[in-house]
């Protein structure tokens, strides 16, 4: 039997710098009573000129170290659809900042979904006796890459970074990554993206001033899927257990929109307060948000060790993701404010 990876540490950062909807709504045509009623969201935090996700990524990782009480691990992988350049990936920069270089570091690029497949990716490291320990980090800075004047997309995102600890156990003890689902349908690539940056623009000939370099997103196409298919997969996950939605006490979401949580608590037949929710204090913080809501759970005593725990993810791709896991007996370091 393979062995288990097991959650040991969790630690977040997001950058200090709070947007709330009414900075949004003296810049744009919007309003604070459209954002809240439309997505849930209240405020979010937005990193200053010079601060990358690189930056974000190596706070959170430390602060994940710190509540593992360790100063090491054998890989670090970071999940982002931000990375700090095209090339090269931004985890070995990661690894190096926090001491670590040397270990196998690279990034997974799975945009809203990127923190569950970077579990799974590193889970399966583990299980496979590559690695005995790993970090796994989410981070994304989605306000470089909005189109400020685009009101469609600036009111929903924030930027931010949340990071695990991964170490080799058992797959009974409190922490351990019971099971994974994981899926994808290209035919969904032109509903979350950014259209220049990469070989496909770039070798069709279009020049630097005409490259479209900003985030595009069919928000009413991805309600619909979104919904879709974190119910679809928390649903897969669940079989592969054996747990019955009645069985979870915690389903934590990517943070996408407070009606979209709703309406997939509902589909699964799921109580609304045992849906974690924080899009309200942060938006939607890409790959980071999976593990900055957990953080915020923990910290406010609603997650308790060996509690059964469904996370689910949806994004562009589009790609989805659920993990089932037990609840660790851990203190997470940082948190959201
Ligand atoms: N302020 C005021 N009005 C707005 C704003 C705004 N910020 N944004 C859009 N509107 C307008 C639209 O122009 C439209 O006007 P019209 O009816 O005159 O055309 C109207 O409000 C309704 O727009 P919709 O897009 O239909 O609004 P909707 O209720 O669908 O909300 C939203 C939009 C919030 C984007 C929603 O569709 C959503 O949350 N979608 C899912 C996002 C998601 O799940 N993302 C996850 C993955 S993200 C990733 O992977 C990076």
Same mark, same amino acid.
């Given at each position: 039997?393979?062995?288990?990876?097991?959650?040991?540490?969790?630690?977040?950062?997001?950058?200090?710098?709070?947007?709330?909807?009414?900075?949004?709504?003296?810049?744009?045509?919007?309003?604070?009573?459209?954002?809240?009623?439309?997505?849930?969201?209240?405020?979010?935090?937005?990193?200053?000129?010079?601060?990358?996700?690189?930056?974000?990524?190596?706070?959170?990782?430390?602060?994940?170290?710190?509540?593992?009480?360790?100063?090491?691990?054998?890989?670090?992988?970071?999940?982002?659809?931000?990375?700090?350049?095209?090339?090269?990936?931004?985890?070995?920069?990661?690894?190096?900042?926090?001491?670590?270089?040397?270990?196998?570091?690279?990034?997974?690029?799975?945009?809203?979904?990127?923190?569950?497949?970077?579990?799974?990716?590193?889970?399966?490291?583990?299980?496979?006796?590559?690695?005995?320990?790993?970090?796994?980090?989410?981070?994304?800075?989605?306000?470089?890459?909005?189109?400020?004047?685009?009101?469609?997309?600036?009111?929903?995102?924030?930027?931010?970074?949340?990071?695990?600890?991964?170490?080799?156990?058992?797959?009974?003890?409190?922490?351990?990554?019971?099971?994974?689902?994981?899926?994808?349908?290209?035919?969904?690539?032109?509903?979350?993206?950014?259209?220049?940056?990469?070989?496909?623009?770039?070798?069709?000939?279009?020049?630097?001033?005409? #490259?479209?370099?900003?985030?595009?997103?069919?928000?009413?196409?991805?309600?619909?899927?979104?919904?879709?298919?974190?119910?679809?997969?928390?649903?897969?996950?669940?079989?592969?257990?054996?747990?019955? #939605?009645?069985?979870?006490?915690?389903?934590?979401?990517?943070?996408?929109?407070?009606?979209?949580?709703?309406?997939?608590?509902?589909?699964?037949?799921?109580?609304?307060?045992?849906?974690?929710?924080?899009?309200?204090?942060?938006?939607?913080?890409?790959?980071?948000?999976?593990?900055?809501?957990?953080?915020?759970?923990?910290?406010?005593?609603?997650?308790?060790?060996?509690?059964?725990?469904?996370?689910?993810?949806?994004?562009?791709?589009?790609?989805?993701?659920?993990?089932?896991?037990?609840?660790?007996?851990?203190?997470?370091?940082?948190?959201?404010?």
């Amino acid at each position: 039997m393979t062995r288990a990876a097991v959650i040991c540490g969790l630690g977040t950062w997001v950058p200090p710098r709070v947007v709330t909807n009414d900075m949004l709504a003296a810049e744009l045509d919007t309003s604070d009573e459209w954002i809240r009623t439309r997505t849930g969201i209240t405020r979010r935090h937005v990193v200053n000129p010079g601060v990358s996700t690189g930056h974000l990524a190596t706070e959170a990782g430390r602060r994940a170290l710190e509540s593992a009480g360790v100063t090491g691990v054998d890989v670090v992988v970071v999940a982002t659809s931000t990375p700090d350049r095209p090339c090269p990936a931004t985890a070995p920069v990661v690894a190096s900042r926090l001491g670590l270089s040397g270990v196998a570091a690279f990034d997974v690029a799975a945009v809203c979904t990127g923190f569950v497949y970077g579990l799974a990716t590193a889970a399966g490291l583990i299980g496979t006796s590559v690695a005995k320990t790993a970090l796994v980090i989410g981070a994304d800075t989605f306000s470089t890459i909005l189109d400020p004047g685009d009101r469609t997309t600036r009111v929903i995102f924030g930027d931010g970074a949340g990071a695990v600890v991964l170490r080799a156990g058992d797959h009974e003890e409190a922490g351990a990554l019971r099971g994974f689902d994981l899926g994808s349908d290209g035919r969904g690539v032109d509903l979350i993206t950014v259209p220049a940056g990469g070989s496909e623009q770039r070798g069709s000939g279009v020049t630097a001033e005409e #490259a479209d370099t900003y985030f595009h997103m069919d928000g009413p196409q991805v309600f619909a899927r979104a919904v879709r298919h974190m119910t679809s997969s928390v649903r897969s996950v669940l079989k592969d257990v054996a747990w019955d #939605a009645e069985d979870i006490d915690h389903v934590v979401p990517h943070q996408a929109n407070v009606r979209i949580l709703d309406a997939c608590a509902r589909e699964l037949g799921v109580s609304a307060d045992r849906v974690v929710k924080n899009v309200d204090r942060v938006g939607n913080t890409v790959a980071a948000s999976i593990p900055l809501a957990l953080a915020d759970a923990s910290a406010d005593g609603r997650l308790e060790a060996g509690q059964r725990v469904v996370l689910t993810g949806f994004g562009g791709g589009l790609s989805w993701g659920s993990a089932a896991l037990t609840w660790p007996g851990i203190t997470a370091v940082g948190g959201e404010r």
